[in-house]
């Protein structure tokens, strides 16, 4: 009983937390720097990413593994790439595909 108390109370803080540095972001039109595989990826202010990352932690986990064994000389397409997280999971995987990104929306692009 004690432990689902104590989680209960953490997630509550979390989103608290998140809730009010999210506001701050956007107030002040602050950039989001997260860390995927070692590369640093610069997302707006109010791009949610971050959260996805620490609420669903297998988020984005099934492409690179699906991809895990391809080899040289085939191609994956990613269409509505948004940031380029899933691309750099993918990349971290397997680099032997050749990669390409396409995203329509100017402002992620």
């Given at each position: 009983m004690f432990k689902y108390l104590f989680?209960?109370?953490?997630?509550?803080?979390?989103?608290?937390?998140?809730?009010?540095?999210?506001?701050?972001?956007?107030?002040?039109n602050i950039n989001q720097n997260i860390k995927i595989g070692g590369k640093k990826i610069i997302l707006p202010p109010g791009?949610?990413?971050?959260?996805?990352?620490?609420?669903?932690?297998?988020?984005?986990?099934?492409l690179p593994m699906v991809i895990k064994n391809i080899k040289y000389n085939e191609s994956i397409?990613?269409?509505?790439?948004?940031?380029?997280?899933?691309?750099?999971?993918?990349?971290?995987?397997?680099?032997?595909?050749?990669y390409y990104s396409i995203e329509a929306d100017k402002y992620f692009f």
């Open positions: 989680n209960k109370i953490k997630k509550i803080l979390f989103y608290k937390t998140y809730l009010v540095k999210r506001r701050i972001g956007l107030i002040f791009h949610l990413l971050s959260l996805y990352n620490v609420t669903h932690r297998k988020y984005d986990a099934f397409i990613d269409v509505g790439a948004n940031v380029g997280d899933t691309l750099l999971r993918c990349i971290n995987a397997n680099n032997k595909p050749n």
